[in-house]
């Protein structure tokens, strides 16, 4: 039984958290180890819906142990406030279903401020709540973790060289100063209700592994948003491959057996930066409203495009994924034609891949193949069989430009309407 890692395949969004929860009824943890709360999942469980930014899918289902990995980073704020909302929808949440990394750097306000003042002059597209910042910090070996939380008093000396690099930064934008006692002071204040929930987690999940538990590793955003190999610099500050659910969670690289990527039937992405597939049109909006294209957590509308096998592909390899979840299908029930970008068309030149400098990103142009789209339903089918022919000829044409193979269909947001055509944990 194979250990599985979810990992996004295309821009983000690709509906990683039903499919995270489809999969941890099979498994007894579920990690999270990259991201923060810049990345929403959606659940929809016996009618129920939970909206979830840093707290692993797995949280949602009794029994299930949940852990947020060192490779995150943690606003406490946010998390306690999500914890509690959670709560309020019946949800148990002790230290023994949640443990949080004790060596995860903490976002704190400055990292939010600082955020959203470099947002005014360099548009990325964040949501400016801090995970840049505080990612920054983490390498620049500033940052504040959960750990430190433990001995407040001790944290003066890291707070003072914390704050002598944003306070200069600060001025720079022209924004007060940050006050070192007053941060202090927030600090003191959310330590006690942070600290039961933190662990020295890789020790935990080197148990958990040793018993032959299933560990489930959860990714946040997806492979081009990855700050190596996404469509820098309109990416993420964290490794979002694969590769990063063993550092980004304590675990030895081999306890991974199978790596499972997520890709719509079409293509979305949220934020600034090139798109290739992208519809500004007609199409573009009635995927979107039939999709439902709008951030779990910001409300963002998302632009909306064809398939784009070539950015799929290129995702599969250098992600090292196995095989991927195809979802919604069902937002293209009723296209009389659908399109899939197969290659790209580069200063007149045909490529099979997206180039990394930015200014190439931005000039490459879709070739599209035309397939034939399909009248009957898709929405809520449970088997290859109930595909209308035209959908099961779309998937089987997708496999064959991504070089990969779908071994889960989605066919609606209820988690019930899934067709498995081969178990990750048992592949």
């Known amino acids: 039984m194979a250990n599985v890692a979810v990992v996004g395949a295309q821009w983000g969004d690709e509906g990683k958290g039903k499919i995270v929860d489809w999969l941890a009824e099979r498994a007894e943890v579920v990690v999270r180890f990259q991201g923060g709360h810049n990345a929403g999942h959606t659940l929809v469980i016996e009618g129920n819906t939970y909206k979830l930014a840093l707290l692993p899918s797995g949280i949602v289902r009794p029994g299930k142990i949940s852990i947020i990995g060192s490779g995150v980073v943690?606003?406490?704020?946010?998390?306690?406030?999500?914890?509690?909302?959670?709560?309020k929808q019946g949800v148990s949440v002790t230290p023994e279903t949640l443990k949080l990394a004790e060596n995860a750097t903490l976002i704190l306000p400055v990292h939010r401020e600082l955020d959203r003042a470099r947002e005014q002059t360099q548009r990325i597209g964040t949501t400016m709540r801090g995970i840049g910042p505080a990612y920054e910090d983490r390498a620049g070996r500033r940052g504040i973790r959960a750990a430190d939380l433990a001995d407040i008093d001790g944290l003066n000396e890291r707070v003072t060289m914390l704050l002598a690099h944003h306070n200069t930064l600060r001025r720079g934008f022209g924004l007060e100063e940050i006050d070192h006692d007053g941060l202090i002071a927030q600090l003191r204040?959310?330590?006690?209700?942070?600290?039961?929930?933190?662990?020295?987690?890789?020790?935990?999940?080197?148990?958990?592994?040793?018993?032959?538990?299933?560990?489930?590793?959860?990714?946040?955003?997806?492979?081009?948003?990855?700050?190596?190999?996404?469509?820098?610099?309109?990416?993420?500050?964290?490794?979002?491959?694969?590769g990063h659910a063993a550092a980004g969670s304590g675990i030895s690289p081999s306890a991974i057996g199978y790596v499972l990527g997520i890709t719509k039937a079409y293509t979305t992405r949220v934020g600034a930066g090139p798109f290739p597939t992208e519809q500004e049109n007609e199409i573009g909006e009635t995927l979107g409203q039939r999709g439902n294209e709008f951030g779990t957590n910001t409300g963002r509308k998302r632009r909306c495009g064809w398939f784009d096998a070539v950015m799929v592909r290129q995702a599969i390899k250098f992600g090292g994924i196995d095989g991927i979840a195809l979802t919604k299908?069902?937002?293209?029930?009723?296209?009389?034609?659908?399109?899939?970008?197969?290659?790209?068309?580069?200063?007149?030149?045909?490529?099979?891949?997206?180039?990394?400098?930015t200014a190439l990103q931005a000039r490459v142009e879709p070739v599209y193949e035309t397939m034939k789209g399909?009248?009957?339903?898709?929405?809520?089918?449970?088997?290859?069989?109930?595909?209308?022919?035209?959908a099961n000829k779309y998937v089987r044409r997708i496999e064959e430009l991504i070089e990969a193979p779908v071994t889960l269909l989605s066919t609606s947001p209820d988690r019930d309407d899934t067709i498995l055509i081969r178990d990750p944990f048992n592949d």
């Open 74 to 87: 943690v606003d406490p704020w946010a998390l306690l406030e999500e914890i509690e909302k959670v709560r």
């Open 374 to 390: 399909w009248s009957d339903t898709t929405r809520g089918a449970r088997s290859y069989t109930q595909l209308p022919g035209q």
């Open 329 to 357: 299908l069902d937002v293209l029930d009723g296209f009389s034609e659908l399109k899939i970008c197969t290659a790209y068309k580069l200063d007149g030149k045909t490529i099979d891949y997206l180039p990394a400098a």
């Open 189 to 242: 204040e959310v330590a006690p209700k942070i600290l039961p929930y933190v662990d020295a987690t890789w020790r935990t999940l080197d148990g958990l592994r040793k018993q032959g538990k299933r560990i489930l590793f959860e990714g946040a955003q997806a492979a081009m948003l990855d700050v190596d190999h996404g469509t820098y610099p309109y990416v993420t500050s964290s490794t979002t491959l694969a």
